[in-house]
């Protein structure tokens, strides 16, 4: 969200600089920047399903195994508390070590799995993201736009918060990079 924040006021930074050039500078360089937002154009694309499908396939295995570590230490749990009033003081504390060592390890297998989902989704993202950035590239090009920014941030907060519809038209290449790409 900082990082976001950053960006805009940056950004902002920028734009407000050239709109106050010396008026020789702004007249012989014209601007034109123009925006798009990747989410509509990503959750538009049929490769899109299978990735989520991949995604969700590989979370629900995931999940699976820490359902079957969390039933193992659950049972363990329940087995001590069946016998820690007629096992010695220092069984019980050998047991207790045991069992923290598996929460332990249950504990450091759900930062685990966190870790393998954030990588399996970004391994399975990152083409579709690549030909998003390129046909952004080939619209941008075509149409001679000096500047695209992104709509939004990845946490989804709005960075272009007004535009006007006799604009918008021209400058959103949205539609323009669904077309390249064929959705």
Same mark, same amino acid.
């Given at each position: 969200m900082k990082t976001a924040k950053i960006f805009l006021l940056t950004t902002l930074v920028a734009i407000t600089g050239f709109m106050f050039a010396p008026a020789s500078q702004a007249q012989t360089q014209d601007m034109k #920047? +123009?925006?798009?937002?990747?989410?509509?154009? =990503?959750? &538009?694309?049929? $490769?899109?399903?299978?990735?989520?499908?991949?995604l969700q396939n590989f979370a629900e295995r995931k999940q699976q195994e820490l359902s079957d570590?969390?039933?193992? =230490?659950?049972?363990? #749990?329940? =087995?001590?508390?069946?016998?820690? +009033?007629? %096992?010695? $003081?220092?069984? &019980?504390?050998?047991?207790?070590?045991?069992?923290?060592?598996?929460?332990?390890?249950?504990?450091?297998?759900?930062?685990?799995?966190?870790? $393998?989902?954030?990588?399996?989704?970004?391994?399975?993202?990152?083409?579709?993201?690549?030909? #998003?950035?390129?046909? %952004?590239?080939?619209?941008?090009?075509?149409? +001679? =736009?000096d500047y695209v920014l992104n709509t939004t941030t990845s946490n989804g907060d709005v960075i272009i918060l007004y535009v006007s519809e006799e604009i918008q038209s021209e400058f959103d290449i949205t539609d323009a990079v669904m077309q390249d790409l064929g959705i």
């Amino acid at each position: 969200m900082k990082t976001a924040k950053i960006f805009l006021l940056t950004t902002l930074v920028a734009i407000t600089g050239f709109m106050f050039a010396p008026a020789s500078q702004a007249q012989t360089q014209d601007m034109k #920047i +123009g925006f798009v937002d990747p989410r509509a154009v =990503l959750e &538009r694309m049929p $490769e899109m399903r299978a990735v989520q499908q991949r995604l969700q396939n590989f979370a629900e295995r995931k999940q699976q195994e820490l359902s079957d570590k969390e039933s193992a =230490l659950q049972t363990e #749990i329940e =087995l001590y508390q069946q016998k820690v +009033g007629v %096992i010695s $003081e220092s069984a &019980r504390q050998t047991e207790e070590e045991r069992l923290s060592e598996m929460d332990t390890e249950f504990r450091q297998l759900q930062t685990q799995v966190e870790r $393998e989902f954030q990588q399996q989704r970004a391994d399975l993202m990152s083409p579709l993201l690549n030909q #998003i950035q390129e046909s %952004i590239n080939t619209v941008a090009e075509t149409r +001679g =736009l000096d500047y695209v920014l992104n709509t939004t941030t990845s946490n989804g907060d709005v960075i272009i918060l007004y535009v006007s519809e006799e604009i918008q038209s021209e400058f959103d290449i949205t539609d323009a990079v669904m077309q390249d790409l064929g959705i």
